[in-house]
Nanobody, 126 residues
Framework: QVQLVESGGGLVQTGGSLRLSCAASGRTASSYVMGWGWFRQAPGREREFVAAISWTGERTSYADSVKDRFTISRDNAKSTLYLQMNSLKPEDTAVYYC?????????????????WGQGTQVTVSS
């Protein structure tokens, strides 16, 4: 099984930046081609898609709410996924989850992903 661990969350003021990381470990992570995704969930709301990236990095997808502010990237050699978040807003406050699934493409539905981290809290204050 692939194990995913998020880090980099914290408290930031409106307009600030954070970079989230997701470290993958396990035999599958080092052996299989993986597509990656970021999702977030605020209290009382459903988990929503944030961004996705293919194994090659050539295909990316973003939710309209974060487009032009967030950037997804990955380092396959390090088995690590990143989410650079700029111009943060209070509406971005949520627990952020990284996810992965074997394959070459990108996906934007949570139920299409096989592996999930436990999440990291991002809080944006005024």
């Amino acid at each position: 099984q692939v194990q995913l661990v998020e880090s980099g969350g914290g408290l930031v003021q409106t307009g600030g930046s954070l970079r989230l990381s997701c470290a993958a470990s396990g035999r599958t992570a080092s052996s299989y081609v993986m597509g990656w995704g970021w999702f977030r969930q605020a209290p009382g709301r459903e988990r929503e898609f944030v961004a996705a990236i293919s194994w090659t990095g050539e295909r990316t997808s973003y939710a309209d709410s974060v487009k032009d502010r967030f950037t997804i990237s990955r380092d396959n050699a390090k088995s690590t996924l990143y989410l650079q978040m700029n111009s943060l807003k209070p509406e971005d406050t949520a627990v952020y989850y990284c996810s992965a699934v074997q394959g070459w493409g990108t996906r934007d539905a949570a139920n299409e992903y096989t592996y999930w981290g436990q999440g990291t809290q991002v809080t944006v204050s005024s």
